[in-house]
C-alpha cells in the first residue's frame, strides 16, 4: 500500500502536536540582550572610545539622533536606517553590527505581531542615495558618527523596552 504525503504527515502529527509558540518574554529577553551586544560590539571598536553621540558633522544630518520615546515601528524605522548607513560603510567593523541588526529588526517584528502591531515594512533611505559622495569622502568619520549615534539609540531602545513600547 502506497501512503505517500498523507502517511508522511500523519507519521509527524505526534511530533507537531508538541510544538509551542516561544513565550514573548523570551523574545523581549533575547531582544535586549541583542541589543546588549550590539552596545559592546561598538564599544569594543578602539576608535569610538572618544566619541560623543551628540557630536555634529556636516553633511551628515541624515544620521538618526537620540529619540526620547520610541514605539516599535519608530525602533524598526530607525534601526533599517542606522543598517543601510552601515552596509554601504567599507570598513569591516561593521559588518557583524549590520548583521546583528537585521537580527534585531527580526526580533521587533515578533514583539510587534504578540501586540497586534502591523509594522509596515521601513521605507527605504533615499537620502543616503543622493549622499554617496559624501559617505565615500568620508567614510571614517560617517562610521565614527553612525556608531555612536546608534549606540546611543540602542540604550534608548532598551529603556523604552522595559517601559512596554506600543505600536
Same mark, same amino acid.
Given at each position: 500500500?502506497?501512503?505517500?504525503?498523507?502517511?508522511?504527515?500523519?507519521?509527524?502529527? $505526534?511530533?507537531?502536536?508538541?510544538?509551542?509558540? !516561544? $513565550?514573548?518574554?523570551?523574545?523581549?529577553?533575547?531582544?535586549?540582550?541583542?541589543?546588549?551586544?550590539?552596545? &559592546? =560590539?561598538?564599544?569594543?571598536?578602539?576608535?569610538?572610545?572618544?566619541?560623543?553621540?551628540?557630536?555634529?558633522?556636516? @553633511?551628515? +544630518?541624515?544620521? $538618526? @539622533?537620540?529619540?526620547?520615546? #520610541?514605539?516599535?515601528?519608530?525602533?524598526?524605522?530607525?534601526?533599517?536606517?542606522?543598517?543601510?548607513?552601515?552596509?554601504?560603510?567599507?570598513? =569591516?567593523?561593521?559588518?557583524?553590527?549590520?548583521?546583528?541588526?537585521?537580527?534585531?529588526?527580526?526580533?521587533?517584528?515578533?514583539?510587534?505581531?504578540?501586540?497586534?502591531? $502591523?509594522?509596515?515594512?521601513?521605507?527605504?533611505?533615499?537620502?543616503?542615495?543622493?549622499?554617496?559622495?559624501?559617505?565615500?569622502?568620508?567614510?571614517?568619520? &560617517?562610521? !565614527?558618527?553612525?556608531?555612536? =549615534?546608534?549606540? @546611543?539609540?540602542?540604550? +534608548?531602545?532598551? =529603556?523604552? #523596552?522595559?517601559?512596554?513600547? @506600543?505600536?
Amino acid at each position: 500500500m502506497r501512503c505517500g504525503p498523507l502517511c508522511r504527515f500523519l507519521w509527524l502529527w $505526534p511530533y507537531l502536536s508538541y510544538v509551542e509558540a !516561544v $513565550p514573548i518574554w523570551r523574545v523581549q529577553d533575547d531582544t535586549k540582550t541583542l541589543i546588549k551586544t550590539i552596545v &559592546t =560590539r561598538i564599544s569594543d571598536i578602539s576608535h569610538m572610545q572618544s566619541v560623543s553621540s551628540k557630536q555634529r558633522v556636516t @553633511g551628515l +544630518d541624515f544620521i $538618526p @539622533g537620540l529619540h526620547p520615546v #520610541l514605539s516599535l515601528s519608530k525602533m524598526d524605522q530607525t534601526l533599517a536606517i542606522y543598517q543601510q548607513i552601515l552596509t554601504s560603510l567599507p570598513s =569591516r567593523n561593521v559588518i557583524q553590527i549590520s548583521n546583528d541588526l537585521e537580527n534585531l529588526r527580526d526580533l521587533l517584528h515578533l514583539l510587534a505581531s504578540s501586540k497586534s502591531c $502591523p509594522l509596515p515594512q521601513a521605507r527605504a533611505l533615499e537620502t543616503l542615495e543622493s549622499l554617496g559622495g559624501v559617505l565615500e569622502a568620508s567614510h571614517y568619520s &560617517t562610521e !565614527v558618527v553612525a556608531l555612536s =549615534r546608534l549606540q @546611543g539609540a540602542l540604550q +534608548d531602545m532598551l =529603556r523604552q #523596552l522595559d517601559l512596554s513600547p @506600543g505600536c
